[in-house]
């Protein structure tokens, strides 16, 4: 009987297109007893851009992690296309993993490697391209974030932090994900650099049909790129049946968000939590 | 920033703030409490961590079987686990051999037995010496190395890159580590073990003027070839521990330049223990092995 709703629930999911691409079922990440995130439903559809904003230490990183299968959630489900992540074997989360792409904030570039190998890393993993074809795609790529083809021979260490950040863009995308993840992408850069970044994700959305997740702390990231925000709030800072995401909506509509935490950050301003320290530390 | 700040509004000092936290909390417990949590925390974590490592193994153990990772990362993982460990495996080893002969002779000399010094050195150095020296050689210089590098990679989020590409980790990082150190220790150890002998004998004859013809005899008396056999053999275990031990205090490294220091001295430290207690372990079960099948073979002197 299981078997069958399986099928048929199957069945109805893989017949009906305008299904969400990413689905976050009462997700639940738990570090050493301490809850970082807690029974988050979330949905994202394709061809969305997301902007995943909260203070440090919120669980926007742990959440995009968790999209992505890096990190196991205690309780709880993601569901990509339809596909819970957590009942597939590891093959097939491998192949999942193919139709991402991954910003990391540091870029996470291979520093035993030149720029050119850890663009071409993922074709040479995947074997996707004949080795003849790699050179010009990665080339490609490298063009497309605005890079000279003479960076390519220089090891990542020799690199800015804009242009590590261009070098992680070229890798991410060299494989033409459907959803690419973007982990603090202008953090550390300056405004100009950071701008770029904000063009260059906006080009990436024009040029290819991606499906994007933004986590980021910069409003004008968000405001600029998003068209779609989520605010998450640290758990240990909410009541036990408080939602975690206290913003879902459209980037315009933050100035006048009802929730007074929701403007406080968008505003940038500390408010009462001086105060609440206080209290923290005389407790 | 913010703890300070809050202090500063109170009319605190941190450290008065601070004080009083810690404070609050130890007079919560009683010693023995904390302590008794304390013994139970380090038992847990030790359980958790052996069982960690073990599940470690297996998946490295799993890939090893089914799919090895592609020739190129073999050879730059061989050449610098290797090639690059040779130099310092072959110094090392000689002045061993030479301290051998420094510290025996002068009781050698006193029973009129100078010409059978070498026997001691070659079969102290084939047996024991040679493999635990180019083991802890290879702890030291590839084992902390290795954990540093992982640690960085796994601090910079290289490690979680590689899965989210669809690497696995460990067949990348972790196979071909743990294959150049199970394949390559037994070749360092015969250079430790050759040069540690060529070291023995030049000091022995040309320094000390032991007469060459009967040093060389008696050498070759007191080394059997199932000595060279079990030094060698136990180094690939040692190799063993030195890559999965490594490999996975990288992987678990704590974040931060402290958190990668830290993994690379754990990694040393704990390979070495583990050595010598493997050593311990193999050379009792090999000694029964050998004196099961010549039980008359017991004294060469």
């Known amino acids: 009987m299981t078997n069958q709703n399986d099928s048929h629930e199957r069945s109805i999911v893989e017949e009906n297109p305008r299904r969400p691409l990413l689905e976050a079922r009462d997700l639940t990440v738990t570090f050493q007893h301490n809850p970082v995130l807690s029974r988050v439903n979330l949905s994202i559809d394709r061809g969305q851009t997301v902007a995943i904003i909260g203070e440090s230490g919120c669980g926007k990183t742990v959440f995009m992690k968790s999209l992505v299968g890096l990190i196991k959630p205690n309780d709880g489900d993601v569901r990509f296309d339809g596909r819970s992540l957590g009942e597939i074997q590891l093959e097939e989360l491998t192949e999942i993993r193919r139709r991402f792409g991954f910003v990391f904030q540091n870029a996470a570039l291979f520093d035993s490697m030149s720029v050119f190998d850890n663009v071409a890393f993922p074709l040479v993993q995947q074997g996707v391209v004949s080795p003849s074809e790699i050179e010009g795609r990665v080339m490609q790529h490298l063009a497309e974030v605005g890079l000279p083809t003479e960076v390519a021979l220089r090891q990542p260490a020799q690199l800015s932090g804009g242009m590590r950040k261009r070098v992680g863009l070229a890798r991410a995308l060299i494989l033409r994900p459907e959803v690419v993840v973007y982990d603090e992408p202008t953090t550390g850069l300056d405004p100009i650099m950071s701008d770029v970044i904000n063009e260059l994700i906006l080009d990436t959305r024009r040029r290819y049909p991606v499906t994007s997740i933004i986590v980021t702390h910069d409003m004008r990231t968000a405001r600029k790129v998003a068209d779609r925000v989520l605010m998450f709030y640290p758990r240990n800072r909410l009541d036990p049946d408080d939602p975690q995401v206290i913003y879902d909506g459209p980037p315009s509509e933050l100035e006048h968000a009802e929730d007074r935490r929701v403007r406080q950050f968008v505003h940038g301003e500390a408010g009462e939590r001086i105060n609440e320290m206080v209290q923290a530390l005389s407790l | ?301």
């Open chain 2, 1 to 301: 920033m913010y703890r300070e700040a809050a202090a500063r509004r109170q009319g605190l000092t941190l450290s008065e703030v601070t004080a009083s936290i810690t404070e609050k909390s130890h007079t919560r417990e009683s010693p023995w409490v904390r302590w008794i949590n304390r013994c139970g925390g380090s038992v847990i974590d030790g359980v958790l961590m052996i069982g960690d490592l073990s599940i470690f193994t297996w998946q490295m153990l799993r890939w090893l079987t089914s799919r090895l990772p592609c020739r190129g990362t073999l050879l730059v993982t061989f050449y610098q686990v290797g090639a690059l460990s040779l130099p310092v495996v072959a110094l090392t080893g000689t002045f061993i051999g030479m301290v051998l002969a420094v510290q025996s002779y002068v009781q050698f000399h006193a029973i009129g037995l100078d010409s059978h010094l070498g026997a001691v050195i070659n079969t102290t150095l084939v047996k024991e010496l040679g493999p635990v020296l180019a083991a802890t050689m290879l702890a030291g210089r590839v084992g902390g190395a290795m954990a540093a590098v992982l640690g960085t990679m796994r601090v910079t989020e290289q490690i979680d890159a590689l899965t989210a590409m669809g690497a696995d980790p460990i067949h990348y990082l972790v196979v071909p580590r743990f294959l150049a150190c199970i394949l390559l220790i037994p070749a360092l150890t015969v250079m430790a073990d050759f040069m540690g002998i060529v070291g023995g004998y030049c000091y022995s004859v040309i320094i000390l003027g032991i007469d060459h013809a009967a040093y060389v005899s008696h050498s070759r008396d007191g080394v059997a070839l199932f000595d060279l056999f079990s030094g060698v053999f136990k180094s690939v275990f040692f190799g063993a521990i030195i890559a999965v031990v490594s490999c996975y205090q990288g992987f678990h490294c704590e974040a931060g330049a402290e958190g990668v220091g830290k993994a690379a001295t754990t990694a040393f430290v704990y390979s070495f223990v583990f050595i010598l207690a493997v050593d311990l372990f193999l050379t009792i079960v090999l000694n029964s092995v050998y004196y099961s099948f010549y039980p008359n073979d017991s004294s060469f002197l």
